[in-house]
DNA sequence: AAGTTCGGCAAACGACTGTTTACTGAATGG
DNA sequence: CCATTCAGTAAACAGTCGTTTGCCGAACTT
């Protein structure tokens, strides 16, 4: 059934999404709906906890890099590049809901974005580079990553099913400004 | 009826939106939508030019500053929260539609986006920190400020209805991350 | 003054909607 | 082996939906 959801959600979205739609697709009787979900609002958080699980696995593995800060940023936008190729869908249904217009699964999205900021927060402070770094820039830095990482994943979402050459277009962008952000963070000096 | 929708809008997306709910919200007859609009999307595309007119205004307005660096930052920080304070339904609207699931919708939104960035670059051209920089270079630098621009509007849509304190959070954030960028801008040696 | 466009209406069409109900077979557990 | 839970069904309910049709008054053109 999250399946047949998450197939549907390629081109609608949460809130136009109908029972009868989803069992439909599923192959079921729309009242073997009710045997799992109270709401279609529910199933919709069931997929953002769907969506974030390999979404975190993703995290773990751009953090868990080690080395300079050039293939550092080479192999972080080669795992988004992936990631985003690997699980379209669940990227989509992110990008989609996370301003959608259903509030608890934005919020939902909005928590684990969070989260996500916390942790990579968490790994700057571990590097060399932020010796000195308060608390306060710790997080405006990751959140700026973050946010440019999902930026750049719903750029790649667009662009992948269009046109190879503008997926490249948009990984050779993000890679510059990436090395812009971080040039910008050897030289900073605190708030 | 413009109205009427952007109303609806405020907790909707537009592919769940009706024809007769519009009508209703409008105070007119159903048949009375066909007189203006063949299609629901066509009133999204309609929308959309209608938001961005007042997003060019503000556009223009940063782009008209001069000054030393910190002023340029806090009065384009003062900008966006400002047009997002009172125009809150269009931002919220490009924001819920630009990944939204009406295809033409999302297609205009975003080619707007595009023209709004190569405005920023031909902006950016004129300062003289982007003395030798190339066109690539650029136009890469005019994506990361529009990108952080979109985050932070949309970030500030999510706050300002909750808590004034968090909306000052937010913007105080926007300015460290503009400052950081604008630092990485001042040694950027080429790509 | 006559003709035409414009923006509006009520009514009707069949199709689709969410949800509830009562029922059924299979698996599971004591 | 019996009871119970589980996951499914068909049928029905009253609404709502998008869209078309034919009609109407006002405003504008000539």
Do not use: C, K
């Not at 992948?160 to 050897?186: F, H, V």
Request: proline share 2%.
């Amino acid at each position: 059934m999250l399946d047949a959801g998450l197939r549907l959600l390629a081109d609608q979205n949460l809130a136009s999404l109908g029972v009868r739609e989803v069992t439909r697709e599923a192959g079921l009787s729309p009242a073997a709906f009710y045997r799992h979900f109270p709401d279609l609002a529910a199933l919709g958080v069931a997929l953002v906890e769907e969506s974030l699980a390999s979404l975190h696995v993703m995290i773990r593995s751009v953090l868990a890099e080690a080395g300079g800060a050039e293939e550092l940023i080479d192999r972080t936008v080669d795992v988004i590049e992936r990631h985003v190729r690997e699980h379209r869908s669940h990227v989509r249904f992110l990008a989609r809901e996370r301003h959608g217009g259903v509030r608890r699964v934005r919020e939902a999205i909005d928590a684990e974005l969070g989260r996500f900021a916390a942790e990579v927060g968490a790994a700057l402070a571990l590097q060399p580079v932020s010796r000195g770094w308060s608390e306060q820039d710790l997080r405006m830095l990751a959140e700026l990553y973050v946010d440019h990482m999902v930026s750049t994943a719903a750029a790649l979402l667009d662009a992948q099913e269009a046109d190879p050459e503008r997926e490249r277009r948009i990984a050779a962008t993000a890679r510059l400004q990436l090395r812009l952000i971080s040039l910008g963070r050897r030289h900073w000096q605190g708030s």
